[in-house]
C-alpha cells in the first residue's frame, strides 16, 4: 500500500483489508514523515540569535512538523530547550526544497484538519445517543476478551549503533557522537541527544544542534554481529522470539515463567539484561506487560538502562493509560499526534472520553486502532515467522537528472533487490518503482509479470520499463531517491501450476537425473494405455509428456480432428500413487484442448464449477494453483 497524500487515509474509508491495524498506522505515519531525506544546508545563522517565528499559526505547525520527535530518549523535556531545537531546525532547513515541500504539506493538513474541526462542530450538535451506546458495546466487548494471561517483554538496546562504536572507542562515550554522515543520523548517543540530536536528523541540521558532534561511519557488518549474540540471549528466554530490528525485540516469556515457577516477570527481565550486558557490555532497557504495545510503551518510561513492569490486572492498566501521551501508543505520529492534539486529545483518557467524536470523523480502520489502545488492547502474539508481504530497496543520492544516470542506479538496486529474494528464497510477481525527484514530489508506479520474477535482470527490465515510461509523460526530471519493492510473494522452491507440466529436457537428460532409489508404481499411461510396473513417478509422468508431444504432432484433420476436439482422456488408474499422474494429464488436458467459450467451467483438480470466467484468466489460473497446493 502506498499513501501518496499524506492526510486523504484520516478523512477518507478505505477497503483494504490486508494490513493489521498496526501495520497501517505505522506506514501511514512513514509515508508522511519525510523525515529520511537530506536537505541542503544553505543558511549559516548565529544559533544564540535564532528565534522561532511567531507571525502565524502556520509557522509554529511548521516549526513543529520540522523538529521530527519531540519524545525520543535523552532528548531535554524543557519546553524552552525543545524551543531551541525547533527554531534551529527551522532556520536550517528555510530556503531549501525540502522546507518548501514540508511548508507545502503542511498547509494541506492544517486546511483539511480546520474542515474536520467544522464537520466536528457540527457533529457535536446531534443526538449521538445510539452511537455512544454500540460504542459502549463494544469497549465491554473488547475488555470481556481481554488476555491477560501472557507476559510479555520488549527488549529495546540503549543507542545501539553509537554503543557498539564506544565500544572500540571509549573515549566517545563521554563525547556528543552519532552514527551517519551529513545527510543522515542512524543514531545519536546520550551525550548527543542533550543537545536535541537524534536518529533520522540530517547530519548537518546535527551539526547546527551540536557543533562539537563526531560523526562516525556506520559499520552494519559490526552491528550485525553484535546482534547475532543478542539473538541467542534471547532465545533462551523465548525460542520463538520475535525480532524487529538488530536492536530491539518482544518475547513470551509465559512458558519460561511456568517451567521456573520460583521467577517473577520483572525479574526475568533484569536477568535477561545482565545476560546482555555479560556478554556484550552493551546495556538494554525493556517493558514487561500483557500484551505488545503495553511492554513497548513501558520500555520508553526508565531508558537507559531500565525496566517496568506494567501488571496484567484492568484497573492497574486502566490508571497507568489514563495519563500516557497518546504520542506514546506505538505507531501514532506526528501527523496523528496534530491531528488529536487540534480535537484536544493528549491523553488515552482524552481518546477514551472521544471515541463517539472521532467514530464520526476517522476511517474504520483508524478508529478501530485507536479505540483498542484507548482501553490497552494490543496483540500477544510473539513468532519468529511471518507472512512477508514484500521486499524493497531504496537507495537516497545526489541529483541524478539524465535517463542513463538513473538507470545506472537502478542497476545497482535491483542487483541489491535480487540479492535479498535470494536469501529469503523468495521471488514476487508485482514490482513498484518509487521515485522522489528533487523538490521532493514522490511518485510510484507498479506493473505485475505475467510470471514471478526474482533475478537482477528481470528486476531492471521491470523497473527501466517503468522508469522510460515516466520520463517519456513528464519529460526529463532530477531525482534524489530511487526504489524497488517486490510484492505477491512466495518461496522460489514453490513451482506452483508450473510443476505439473512437462519440463523442456529430453527423455535422455530426465533418465540422467532420474532417481534410481525412486518409488516405482503400477504404471498405466491414460493416452496409450501402456503398462509398467517398473516405472518411477518421474518416468510416468515423462512418459505422459512423450504421449501427448506424439499426440499434438499427429495430423488433426475431417472428422477425426473434430473427435479430438471434444473428446477427454479418461482415467481410470486405481491406485491413489497415480494422483499427481492423473492430476498432469487432467491439467494437460484442460489448457492444452480447445475448450468452448463459456462463462462456466470446472476445475479440473476439485471438479468445482468456476462461473463467470473464462478459460486462460488469471483468476482460474490462480484458483487451479491453490488447489494444487493444497
Known amino acids: 500500500m502506498n499513501l501518496e497524500d499524506e492526510n486523504e487515509l484520516l478523512f477518507e474509508t478505505t477497503d483494504d483489508e490486508g494490513d493489521s491495524l498496526l501495520e497501517y498506522i505505522k506506514e501511514f505515519e512513514h509515508e508522511n514523515s519525510n523525515t529520511t531525506t537530506s536537505v541542503d544546508a544553505e543558511t549559516k545563522t548565529d544559533d544564540s540569535s535564532i528565534e522561532l517565528p511567531k507571525s502565524t499559526t502556520q509557522q509554529n505547525s511548521l516549526a513543529h512538523r520540522l523538529i521530527v520527535c519531540a519524545n525520543k530518549a535523552g532528548i531535554s523535556s524543557s519546553t524552552s530547550e525543545r524551543d531551541r531545537i525547533s527554531a534551529v531546525i527551522y532556520e536550517a532547513s528555510k530556503g531549501s526544497k525540502f522546507f518548501e515541500n514540508e511548508q507545502r504539506k503542511d498547509a494541506e493538513l492544517t486546511q483539511k484538519i480546520q474542515n474536520l474541526l467544522e464537520k466536528a462542530e457540527r457533529t457535536s450538535k446531534q443526538d449521538l445517543t445510539i452511537d455512544e451506546r454500540e460504542i459502549t458495546r463494544k469497549l465491554e466487548k473488547l475488555d470481556s476478551e481481554r488476555d491477560l494471561e501472557n507476559y510479555i517483554i520488549h527488549v529495546d538496546m540503549d543507542a545501539f549503533y553509537a554503543s557498539v562504536e564506544e565500544l572500540d572507542r571509549p573515549e566517545l562515550k563521554t563525547k556528543p557522537m552519532a552514527v551517519g554522515g551529513m545527510g543522515m543520523l542512524t543514531t545519536a548517543n546520550y551525550e548527543a541527544r542533550k543537545f536535541g540530536v537524534r536518529s533520522a536528523m540530517p547530519g548537518f541540521i546535527a551539526k547546527k544542534l551540536c557543533p562539537e558532534l563526531i560523526l562516525i561511519k556506520p559499520n552494519f557488518k559490526k552491528y550485525q554481529d553484535v546482534s547475532v549474540i543478542i539473538r541467542d540471549v534471547y532465545a533462551i528466554y523465548d525460542p520463538n522470539f520475535s525480532s524487529m530490528s538488530l536492536d530491539e525485540a518482544y518475547l513470551n516469556i509465559t512458558d519460561y515463567l511456568h517451567e521456573n515457577p520460583e521467577k517473577t516477570p520483572s525479574a526475568v527481565a533484569e536477568e535477561l539484561r545482565n545476560?546482555?550486558?555479560?556478554?556484550?557490555?552493551?546495556?538494554?532497557?525493556?517493558?514487561?506487560?500483557?500484551?505488545?504495545?503495553?511492554?513497548?510503551?513501558?520500555?520508553?518510561?526508565?531508558?537507559?538502562?531500565?525496566?517496568?513492569?506494567?501488571?496484567?490486572?484492568?484497573?492497574?492498566?486502566?490508571?497507568?493509560?489514563?495519563?500516557?501521551?497518546?504520542?506514546?501508543?506505538?505507531?501514532?505520529?506526528?501527523?496523528?499526534?496534530?491531528?488529536?492534539?487540534?480535537?484536544?486529545?493528549?491523553?488515552?483518557?482524552?481518546?477514551?472520553?472521544?471515541?463517539?467524536?472521532?467514530?464520526?470523523?476517522?476511517?474504520?480502520?483508524?478508529?478501530?486502532?485507536?479505540?483498542?489502545?484507548?482501553?490497552?488492547?494490543?496483540?500477544?502474539?510473539?513468532?519468529?515467522?511471518?507472512?512477508?508481504?514484500?521486499?524493497?530497496?531504496?537507495?537516497?543520492?545526489?541529483?541524478?537528472?539524465?535517463?542513463?544516470?538513473?538507470?545506472?542506479?537502478?542497476?545497482?538496486?535491483?542487483?541489491?533487490?535480487?540479492?535479498?529474494?535470494?536469501?529469503?528464497?523468495?521471488?514476487?510477481?508485482?514490482?513498484?518503482?518509487?521515485?522522489?525527484?528533487?523538490?521532493?514530489?514522490?511518485?510510484?508506479?507498479?506493473?505485475?509479470?505475467s510470471s514471478p520474477v526474482f533475478t537482477a535482470e528481470d528486476l531492471f527490465k521491470i523497473g527501466s520499463q517503468l522508469l522510460r515510461s515516466e520520463n517519456e509523460s513528464i519529460g526529463p526530471f532530477d531525482l534524489r531517491l530511487m526504489g524497488l519493492r517486490v510484492t505477491q510473494l512466495q518461496s522460489k522452491d514453490d513451482l506452483g501450476i508450473e510443476k505439473y507440466f512437462a519440463t523442456n529436457q529430453t527423455a535422455d537428460e530426465n533418465e540422467k537425473n532420474n532417481d534410481t532409489h525412486a518409488p516405482t508404481l503400477d504404471f498405466v499411461c491414460p493416452i496409450c494405455n501402456y503398462h509398467s510396473t517398473t516405472y518411477t513417478e518421474k518416468e510416468g509422468t515423462i512418459h505422459i509428456s512423450n504421449c501427448l508431444k506424439n499426440q499434438e504432432r499427429a495430423p488433426n484433420s475431417g472428422a477425426n480432428a473434430k473427435t479430438k476436439q471434444k473428446s477427454t482422456i479418461t482415467r481410470k488408474l486405481p491406485d491413489s500413487k497415480k494422483r499427481k499422474l492423473n492430476q498432469t494429464n487432467d491439467l494437460r488436458t484442460f489448457f492444452n484442448n480447445p475448450q468452448p467459450k463459456t462463462e462456466e467451467v470446472s476445475c479440473p483438480v476439485c471438479n468445482k464449477t468456476l462461473k463467470e470466467l473464462r478459460i486462460q484468466s488469471f483468476a482460474i489460473n490462480k484458483h487451479i494453483d491453490e488447489c494444487l497446493q493444497n
Open 275 to 449: 545476560e546482555i550486558f555479560a556478554r556484550t557490555k552493551l546495556t538494554a532497557s525493556a517493558g514487561i506487560a500483557a500484551n505488545k504495545m503495553l511492554a513497548k510503551i513501558c520500555t520508553d518510561i526508565n531508558k537507559p538502562n531500565g525496566q517496568l513492569q506494567l501488571p496484567n490486572d484492568r484497573e492497574k492498566i486502566a490508571e497507568f493509560l489514563s495519563k500516557t501521551k497518546v504520542r506514546k501508543i506505538p505507531g501514532v505520529g506526528r501527523v496523528t499526534e496534530r491531528l488529536l492534539t487540534s480535537l484536544k486529545i493528549e491523553t488515552c483518557d482524552d481518546l477514551r472520553n472521544n471515541l463517539v467524536l472521532l467514530s464520526k470523523l476517522l476511517t474504520p480502520k483508524i478508529f478501530e486502532f485507536l479505540m483498542r489502545a484507548s482501553i490497552g488492547i494490543a496483540s500477544t502474539e510473539v513468532s519468529d515467522e511471518y507472512d512477508r508481504k514484500s521486499m524493497g530497496v531504496e537507495r537516497t543520492f545526489a541529483t541524478l537528472s539524465t535517463l542513463n544516470a538513473q538507470l545506472v542506479k537502478l542497476e545497482e538496486i535491483a542487483e541489491k533487490l535480487a540479492q535479498d529474494l535470494e536469501k529469503s528464497s523468495l521471488k514476487g510477481r508485482t514490482i513498484t518503482l518509487k521515485l522522489k525527484t528533487s523538490n521532493f514530489i514522490v511518485r510510484t508506479r507498479a506493473k505485475t509479470a
